[in-house]
C-alpha cells in the first residue's frame, strides 16, 4: 500500500533554498509496516495530475511548521498550507485514509472548522493521556505520549466532524477520529518512538487497512 505523507518546508538561506523534509524515522516506521512511503512535494503547479499518477492510496499529514494564520507562528510555510488543504480536499473526494500527526492534527482540524490555542510545556517532554466517554478500542493501549507543540486544540475549538479519543492532562485534545471517514488526528509522533511502539503499528494498520473500531 502506498502511503503519501506530506514534509515540511525549511528555508536555508546561505544556499538560497526553500527545502521539503522529512526525518528518516518517517521511512523506517512506514517500512516496519509493510507501507511504501511516497514524499508529497510542496511546490507542484498541479498536485491533483501528479497524485494520480502515485497510486497513493492513503495519506499522512506530518508534523513541522506552524499553520501560516497563528498569531506569533513561526517556521511557516504558505506553499504547504495549500498543499495540505488541497490534499485533504482530494482524500474527502476519493475517500482516501488520512491520519494527522502534530501539525497534521491541527491543520485537520482547522480545515474542518475548528480552532487552535497555545499551549505551553509540550515540547520534548512526555505526559499523561486519559480517554473521552466516546474513546474507542484503538486507543485504549495509551497512557502517556511524547510531545513536541506549542498549539493544541481546547474541547471547545473541536471541529464538529470530529470525535475526541484521548486528552492531555490539561484537557486538550490529544487524538481525534472524524464521525464518518476513515481520519485520525494525533499529537505525538510515533516516528519518535525507540523502538517504534505496537499500539502506534496497530492504530496505523486499522487506519489505513480498514480495521472495525470497537467502542
Known amino acids: 500500500m502506498r502511503i503519501g505523507i506530506s514534509q515540511r518546508v525549511e528555508v536555508v538561506a546561505s544556499y538560497g533554498e526553500h527545502r521539503d523534509c522529512l526525518d528518516q524515522q518517517w521511512f523506517r516506521f512506514l517500512e516496519a509496516l509493510g507501507f511504501t512511503p511516497v514524499p508529497i512535494p510542496n511546490s507542484l503547479s498541479n498536485l491533483n495530475e501528479w497524485l494520480a499518477s502515485t497510486g497513493i492510496e492513503g495519506l499522512i499529514l506530518s508534523g513541522g511548521n506552524d499553520l501560516t494564520h497563528l498569531p506569533d507562528a513561526s517556521n511557516t510555510s504558505a506553499e504547504r498550507d495549500e498543499t495540505e488543504r488541497t490534499l485533504l480536499s482530494l482524500a474527502r473526494e476519493r475517500g482516501w485514509p488520512v491520519i494527522g500527526v502534530c501539525r497534521g492534527l491541527q491543520m485537520m482540524n482547522v480545515w474542518l472548522g475548528g480552532q487552535l ?41 473541536l471541529a464538529a466532524e470530529l470525535i475526541p479519543q484521548l486528552l492531555s492532562p490539561e484537557g486538550d485534545i490529544e487524538a481525534y477520529v472524524h464521525c464518518s471517514l476513515p481520519w485520525a488526528g494525533i499529537m505525538w509522533h510515533p516516528e519518535r518512538e525507540a523502538p517504534f511502539t505496537e499500539r502506534d503499528k496497530q492504530l496505523f494498520n486499522r487506519i489505513f487497512r480498514g480495521t472495525p473500531c470497537k467502542h
Open 117 to 157: 490555542t497555545p499551549v505551553s510545556g509540550h515540547t520534548a517532554v512526555r505526559h499523561a493521556v486519559t480517554p473521552t466517554e466516546q474513546t474507542n478500542s484503538w486507543f485504549h493501549p495509551y497512557q502517556d505520549v511524547n510531545s513536541f507543540h506549542n498549539w493544541g486544540i481546547a474541547p471547545e475549538g
